[in-house]
């Protein structure tokens, strides 16, 4: 617990200072509670996730911009062969992430470092690989994906300049990775690829009640090094974005795409199973309806379909279908005077994944509060 404890005096002292300074500061915390269910297929049948994330962001003038998080997990899995896997359970405290940012043009241009801190769960028994396989699936979109890692640094840019109407963003990411020991009674340490992520995005009116959004991002990860052997990781990816937002009535509607599309990894089980992904393709349709109730409470309904399809083998060019979701919900967003905002959200999820060639359901929800706050 001494990582949100840090977190929580560090917000603290940024609230003393933001009151004596002038200086700008937000708090947040949210609790989210998930769990889905599975049908015969699988080695499990249900897995839950409690999180508990936190975090601050205080600016210093219009220059200089920090933004800590970190929080905390619980993960059971239900087993649906006992004999063969037992149930399981892990919990602690998640990585802490940090930025540090620097407005070298104000509105156009910021430089920054980041860094995280190995505050998570680092290393699970062998048995517990299924834990991490289980929540990194891209159909379901778990709260936390991973629960902890050997820590990165990196820093990158970000720029932003008009064009016409539109305003044209590029920014660049590079983060190294640092080693760590995955698997209990296992000498063998992951470096996990060094990342550069490349981004360009274009947003603008297209006309009075009509804004878009879209954008374009490619990441090259270098290959995993485990123990004095070289594999193959999560491979590089291509990733698209388009949204489009248009007044109607008391509200706007918002109609999104987005797809990942990953290249090159094997198929191949390593130590830490979930990273290990095979060539493949996610693609993301949804939308939402931001209902405006007055000026302090508004109510989206939302939906947004997801498909998976991956390569079965190692050097395949054809992609196969991997799984279907569908996830619906309602977001409630109240304003709470000038400094606190609240929102409760509830998800439903269905759909399938495939395995061995057969369709296996799953469904299950999710349900989380929110609150933000600014002094």
């Not at 640094?153 to 305003?167: E, L, S, T, W």
């Not at 918002?254 to 990953?262: C, N």
């Not at 992609?319 to 409630?332: M, N």
Request: charged share 15%.
């Amino acid at each position: 617990m001494r990582s949100a404890a840090l977190v929580l005096a560090l917000s603290a002292g940024f609230t003393a200072v933001a009151h004596g300074q002038g200086f700008d500061f937000t708090g947040r915390a949210a609790y989210f509670a998930e769990s889905y269910t599975f049908d015969d297929g699988l080695a499990y049948k249900t897995v839950s996730e409690y999180t508990w994330p936190v975090g601050l962001n205080a600016s210093f003038g219009s220059r200089v911009d920090l933004a800590l998080s970190t929080g905390y997990v619980i993960v059971r899995l239900e087993s649906a062969v006992p004999e063969q896997l037992p149930d399981q359970r892990l919990s602690g405290i998640l990585d802490t992430e940090a930025r540090l940012s620097y407005n070298v043009i104000p509105g156009r241009l910021v430089i920054f470092g980041t860094g995280v801190i190995p505050t998570g769960i680092q290393t699970v028994s062998a048995e517990q690989l299924s834990i991490l396989g289980a929540i990194a699936s891209d159909l379901i979109g778990f709260t936390a994906t991973t629960l902890g890692t050997g820590g990165t640094v990196g820093g990158g840019f970000a720029g932003a300049m008009p064009v016409g109407k539109f305003a044209l963003g590029v920014s660049g990411t590079y983060t190294n990775p640092m080693s760590y020991v995955p698997v209990v009674g296992d000498s063998k340490a992951l470096i996990p690829g060094a990342e550069l992520r490349v981004r360009a995005g274009l947003e603008g009116p297209l006309g009075r009640r009509t804004y878009l959004r879209t954008a374009l991002i490619w990441a090259g990860r270098q290959q995993d090094v485990v123990g004095d052997s070289t594999q193959n990781g999560v491979g590089n990816r291509i990733i698209g974005y388009l949204s489009v937002n248009h007044a109607m009535g008391p509200g706007t509607m918002t109609l999104f795409v987005f797809d990942v599309f990953r290249g090159d990894p094997t198929l191949e089980a390593g130590l830490v199973g979930a990273t290990i992904l095979p060539r493949g393709n996610l693609l993301a349709i949804g939308g939402r309806y931001d209902w405006r109730l007055g000026l302090e409470t508004t109510v989206a309904p939302r939906v947004e379909f997801r498909v998976s399809t991956a390569a079965p083998f190692e050097g395949d060019t054809k992609l196969l279908l991997a799984g279907q979701s569908v996830r619906y919900g309602l977001d409630i967003r109240r304003q709470f005077g000038r400094s606190l905002i609240g929102a409760l959200q509830a998800d439903g999820l269905g759909g399938f994944i495939m395995q061995a060639g057969e369709r296996v359901g799953m469904n299950g929800y999710r349900v989380s509060a929110h609150a933000e706050w600014r002094p």
